[in-house]
């Protein structure tokens, strides 16, 4: 089990998405996961999880939208790890931040 769940809820915004999970594959601190909730968008925001080829990185996809607080709910039921990181999708972290 990883130490910490980084969870991700994303509607349509494959751009910053891509800019988010970046900075969660830069950290120092390598044991973790990464759960992207997309919630229900119209953009294919599969693919843009799937390019970057991390299996640390799970993507599900909500049928309906139901908000931030939804799709975060559902990757708090998803999650493995000791500690729980919310990321939204136009956020960026620092390197050191799960240090």
């Known amino acids: 089990m990883p130490a910490v ?3 991700v809820p994303v509607l349509n915004r494959e751009r910053s998405l891509r800019r988010a999970l970046e900075s969660v594959r830069r950290q120092t601190f390598q044991d973790w ?5 997309d919630d229900a968008s ?12 991390d299996g640390r ?10 908000g931030p607080s939804a799709a975060r709910l ?20 620092y390197p050191w931040a799960l240090s």
């Open 5 to 7: 769940s980084v969870v």
């Open 33 to 37: 996961e990464c759960i992207v909730v």
């Open 42 to 53: 119209t953009a294919d925001l599969h693919a843009v999880v799937g390019d970057l080829d």
């Open 57 to 66: 990185i799970r993507y599900v996809r909500r049928d309906a939208t139901g």
């Open 74 to 93: 559902t990757a708090w039921r998803m999650a493995e790890g000791d500690y729980i990181l919310n990321l939204d999708s136009d956020w960026e972290l």
